[in-house]
């Protein structure tokens, strides 16, 4: 039988290793930077949607297609529980970022302190609250697949 070529690795065990943990950090760093990136462009003034719309499209992008593979494969994360706390924890970190990014633009563009930490709070639970439904959406959708993967693990054992 002929192998394809195409397919096949020129690299060993360890070496497939330390290339995924490469390909992480190196998604991780444009992850996390497209993030910091959109985030200091609202913050400096220049964060008009004309401006941020390229890096908004491919976080968006990068996130679905993240999010949905991880869910369809049952894997959550290697430290985490998806549980309440935790998206709670994480919701309200989101929020507090968004809030005082949109605070802090505020307060540079009509420098009214009150006006400022208004927005910084109002943001600040509208995002924590909706990151907290999206996470508490997600963890129930991984939870179920999970499960399922686990059935179909259990079903093939016993053939």
Not at 68 to 85: F, S, Y
Not at 116 to 138: D, E, N, P, Y
Request: with cysteine; charged share 20%; glycine share 8%.
């Amino acid at each position: 039988m002929k192998r394809n070529k195409r397919n096949q690795s020129n690299l060993d065990e360890m070496q497939e290793l330390k290339l995924l943990k490469i390909e992480e950090m190196g998604y991780q760093l444009a992850f996390w930077g497209l993030i910091a990136a959109i985030m200091i462009q609202i913050a400096m003034g220049n964060g008009d949607f004309p401006s941020i719309a390229g890096e908004c499209l491919i976080l968006m992008c990068v996130s679905v297609y993240m999010v949905t593979a991880c869910v369809k494969n049952g894997i959550w994360e290697r430290r985490l529980k998806p549980n309440a706390k935790t998206n709670a924890l994480f919701s309200m970190g989101g929020g507090a970022v968004v809030g005082l990014v949109w605070g802090i633009n505020s307060y540079r563009n009509y420098h009214k302190p009150a006006g400022s930490v208004a927005l910084f709070v109002l943001m600040f639970l509208v995002v924590s609250a909706l990151c907290f439904g999206l996470l508490s959406l997600v963890s129930s959708a991984y939870k179920k697949r999970s499960a399922q993967l686990e059935q179909e693990d259990q079903n093939k054992e016993t053939e």
